[in-house]
């Protein structure tokens, strides 16, 4: 068989390809919630996931459950609606400042999380930035720590094979 034969049959095998099978139909639909891009500082990112393998929550169950509980401190009504722009469209939320520099990657201590948020939620945070003159990366930095702190996740993880002493009563 010569080479031009052979590339041909090649060729003609290509073609004929079976038909691919239907697309298998998605049995979870994307759920419709917005999806809040953040940073969140390396300490508080070990704290998330240790709250993580404490509670089950997930990511998202715990900063939603964090902005919850820090925007009813704020005292943010649930049913809290932003204020519409003089065109008829949202608000854009206030930044927080850009505290990155040029640094390298082994050097940046803030870690990037974009949990999922109710939209609910998402309007309280929006009022909240508005009426906080802060950007919304502060409000859950400190909505996680305040949260965490409520529920006895500790600020550095225990050293396997350290002990504490316990207290001695006077």
Not at 27 to 47: A, M, S, V, W
Request: proline share 10%.
């Amino acid at each position: 068989m010569s080479r031009t034969s052979a590339t041909a049959t090649r060729k003609g095998k290509a073609t004929k390809a079976e038909p691919q099978a239907a697309p298998s139909l998605r049995t979870k639909r994307r759920q419709d919630k917005p999806t809040l891009g953040t940073r969140i500082t390396y300490h508080t990112n070990e704290r998330l996931t240790a709250a993580n393998e404490h509670t089950g929550l997930g990511i998202s169950g715990i900063v939603e459950a964090a902005l919850i509980a820090y925007l009813d401190f704020l005292g943010i009504p649930p049913d809290a609606k932003p204020p519409l722009s003089p065109d008829g469209t949202r608000p854009k939320r206030e930044r927080s400042i850009k505290k990155r520099t040029r640094r390298s990657p082994e050097e940046i201590d803030d870690q990037p999380i974009a949990p999922r948020i109710s939209h609910q939620t998402n309007d309280r945070l929006t009022v909240a930035c508005i009426e906080t003159a802060t950007g919304p990366q502060d409000i859950v930095e400190t909505a996680l720590k305040a949260w965490l702190r409520k529920q006895n996740i500790p600020l550095y993880p225990e050293t396997p094979g350290e002990r504490r002493a316990p207290k001695k009563r006077t």
